[in-house]
């Protein structure tokens, strides 16, 4: 019997104590294999053990100092615990282990945003975006670190990509008014606060910077 896959179809049907039986049997069964450790570990994680997770998920990089699930497993959990350094250096050992798809070039590109390193951040998210062009939130981050490095142009176009795909996105809006007030084009700027401010009226940072571009 296959435990692992027990476990994971336990899991994505929501029972998790089943998941964790199976889980459990898979070690007893192969205890040097990693791969039941880090279905443990995100079992641990979904329901928000972090503790008992990392512990898991270090025991698996102990036994396959190779297993970049592992090392993407535990930044993760870093990132719930908002410690970004610590997550930054799991993301990038599951890059060297040689992981590579959309989803951890756009949490590497987010927590080094968080640690205030946007220009760092700006090739993870565009490979981000390159995996996955449906992902708006890495194209979202993606456009506000091009805008960061003033690069406005190709920071806009971003922007007008997400809400083309989203045209319920207040901040992309917000944001490519923001870019065009800079740029000086007063009306485009005034447009895309509108738009901000239709989908979402409350948009405090849209209020101020319409009430800004209006009184100058």
Do not use: W
Not at 18 to 35: G, L, Q, W
């Amino acid at each position: 019997m296959d435990y692992n896959q027990t476990g994971i179809e336990a899991m994505q049907e929501g029972d998790f104590e089943k998941a964790a039986e199976a889980f459990t049997k898979a070690i007893e069964e192969n205890k040097e294999d990693p791969i039941p450790y880090i279905n443990f570990a995100n079992l641990l994680s979904s329901v928000n053990e972090l503790e008992r997770a990392m512990a898991f998920y270090e025991k698996a990089f102990e036994l396959d100092s190779e297993a970049a699930t592992a090392y993407y497993g535990a930044g993760n959990v870093y990132v719930l615990k908002e410690s970004y350094k610590e997550a930054k250096d799991m993301f990038e050992k599951a890059l060297q282990a040689g992981m590579e798809n959309g989803d951890l070039f756009y949490m590497l590109g987010t927590v080094l945003v968080k640690l205030e390193q946007p220009k760092l951040a700006l090739p993870y998210l565009q490979r981000a975006v390159e995996l996955n062009e449906d992902d708006d939130e890495a194209r979202f981050q993606f456009g506000m670190c091009l805008a960061n490095e003033e690069m406005l142009d190709e920071a806009l176009s971003q922007f007008t990509i997400v809400t083309e795909h989203d045209p319920g996105h207040a901040d992309a809006f917000y944001n490519a008014g923001v870019a065009y007030a800079y740029k000086e084009n007063r009306e485009k700027a005034l447009e895309m606060l509108d738009r901000a401010l239709e989908v979402q009226p409350d948009h405090m940072l849209a209020l101020h910077a319409k009430q800004l571009i209006t009184q100058s």
